[in-house]
């Protein structure tokens, strides 16, 4: 029934009222069934300190909506519309949302609001959209979403200058980049690294391909190259005095924390002895290129050190072969340590308590624990996020993983001709986000679960870390297994007040695919950790899932 209702909540008879300063922390869900939902969205990318940043809004109603089909918005029902931003100090400040075609909306009238507020600090902000009004039913509604939204905490930006040269058989395009503060500072220590992207394209318009990396900065500078052999389907001018060159498109850099764009250029000329695009020089790079290894025409030139591992005897270098498993968000222990009879060979348990970590941190931290270890070629296996700290690290640095796999894999034509090695394997990944990783883990954590949010770990996080880090030609070396309660009965009832079922208590069948990845199948009355209504797979023996130990490659 529709009306206004009035809360008393009173300590059962018996027991005695806990004093103010003593007072717990509670929560108050209250569900119904109506049509009438709220949809937001950024309306930028670009989320540095100092520019403007819009967040749009929109209520709709449909008993049909789904997230396949868009309703229209409720047009001429929304009586106040506001934004509130809660800054990374805690400090909140209140914003109007307007539909009048000039505040960050759409058009004028249509039912879509919009507000922009200017960040002067960098980190995590809190914002949540709220509109209040009344339906042609005469209903009164109020609606709220809420984002985790990082802002840059980087100074970097393009400079706009490019030069392009040759390496063996690939060309390599040095992409100059302005520095200031924090930024300058980092790559002055050689400390700095930052995700590139970038197109090769020629002035004529054909394009060659594309390339993205985690890239240390260097002499003011990132770098990143393409194997020659993209240039056999391009249509080269075979005069070597033509005009035609090549250029970049699509380039940005963005900050490893978050994946957050710190600048972007749509095209950029490239200088230097390499970038006249003829078909000569092409040719002189292809007979280059033909001694070259097939793989690297998607993951770039193993440095020395990695190839000369590679290319040692078998059993020459020692610590190959060995399992590395990682732990997830927040774990307070690694639970594979639980089962230590389920691992055969040498194997590493890696940990980082009580730590809430971005994926490339996270990555960066398991790379450097295992060149500590003095392990040489490895495969991992990862819990949670773990999954997703191994996959970052396969996929955008060069590792032993990388030996790993040159050692197992054969190629043809750029194409992989064997059975993928068993690089990562994860279990209960939240690959593509987490409902409970955003403003939902403030909720969370009232019972005792997690260490707050995480930017990289929210669906936009995940989208955006998907679409700068994980290429098809990576994934296809990972293997995930996912698990779950039953809808009957969820794994903990606090962690399925925000998350979508079915679920293991923190990820969501709905965002634990991996496109590209192998699918190992999904068992029910697992959950994700101890302290659930079922069991936790990796605390129990035999080897959990009975992962594929017997296809890690070793030397």
């Not at 940043?53 to 106040?80: F, I, N």
Request: with cysteine; net charge negative; hydrophobic share 40%.
């Amino acid at each position: 029934q529709v009306g206004v209702y009035t809360l008393r909540i009173a300590p059962a008879a018996g027991v005695a009222a806990s004093a103010p300063a003593a007072a717990g922390k509670g929560v108050l869900l209250v569900y119904n069934e109506s049509p009438l939902q709220i949809e937001t969205h950024l309306t930028t990318y670009a989320l540095e300190v100092g520019s403007p940043v819009g967040l749009m809004t929109r209520v709709t109603e449909s008993a049909a909506a789904s997230d396949a089909v868009q309703s229209p918005p409720l047009r001429g029902h929304v009586e106040h519309a506001k934004l509130v931003v809660i800054a990374p100090d805690g400090t909140e400040r209140d914003y109007p949302m307007h539909d009048d075609g000039a505040h960050a909306d759409l058009a004028a009238d249509d039912g879509v609001f919009g507000a922009q507020f200017v960040p002067r600090a960098p980190g995590n902000y809190i914002w949540y959209a709220q509109l209040d009004g009344t339906t042609a039913a005469g209903v009164r509604f109020q609606r709220t979403t809420e984002h985790l939204v990082r802002i840059a905490s980087l100074d970097a930006e393009l400079s706009g200058r490019a030069k392009l040269s040759t390496r063996r058989a690939r060309l390599v395009a040095s992409i100059g980049l302005e520095l200031a503060n924090d930024a300058a500072t980092a790559a002055s220590a050689g400390q700095l690294r930052l995700h590139a992207y970038a197109e090769l394209w020629t002035t004529a318009g054909a394009p060659v391909a594309w390339a993205s990396a985690e890239c240390a900065v260097r002499d003011g500078a990132v770098e990143l190259s393409w194997d020659a052999r993209w240039l056999r389907a391009v249509d080269l001018d075979a005069d070597a005095d033509a005009d035609s060159r090549y250029e970049l498109r699509h380039v940005y850099i963005s900050e490893l924390t978050g994946f957050v764009p710190l600048s972007q250029a749509a095209r950029m000329p490239l200088h230097g002895g390499a970038a006249r695009a003829t078909a000569r020089h092409a040719a002189h790079l292809l007979r280059a290129a033909a001694t070259r290894p097939d793989d690297e025409m998607h993951f770039g030139e193993a440095p020395a050190h990695i190839a000369a591992r590679v290319a040692a005897p078998a059993a020459a270098a020692a610590g190959d072969g060995t399992l590395v498993l990682v732990h997830g968000y927040c774990s307070t222990d690694n639970p594979f340590a639980a089962t230590p009879d389920a691992w055969s060979g040498a194997v590493e348990t890696f940990l980082d308590a009580k730590a809430s970590r971005g994926n490339g941190e996270f990555a960066a931290l398991v790379d450097a624990f295992v060149s500590e270890r003095g392990v040489g070629d490895w495969a991992g296996v990862g819990h949670s996020q773990g999954g997703i700290a191994l996959t970052h690290l396969l996929c955008t640095r060069w590792s032993g993983l990388d030996g790993t796999r040159l050692r197992a894999a054969r190629y043809r034509n750029g194409t992989l001709v064997s059975e993928p090695p068993v690089l990562v394997q994860s279990v209960g990944t939240p690959y593509q986000g987490c409902s409970g990783a955003g403003t939902g883990a403030s909720l969370i954590s009232l019972f005792g679960y997690g260490c707050g949010a995480n930017a990289d770990l929210t669906p936009s996080g995940a989208t955006t870390w998907l679409a700068s880090s994980v290429s098809e030609q990576c994934a296809q070396h990972v293997y995930y297994y996912t698990t779950q309660g039953l809808s009957s009965n969820s794994c903990s009832w606090a962690t399925n007040l925000v998350l979508y079922s079915p679920n293991d208590g923190t990820t969501e069948l709905r965002y634990a695919d991996l496109p590209g990845a192998h699918n190992m199948g999904n068992t029910e009355r697992q959950c994700h950790t101890t302290d659930m209504n079922y069991p936790c797979l990796l605390y129990t023996s035999p080897s959990p899932r009975d992962m594929r130990r017997s296809r890690m490659p070793s030397s």
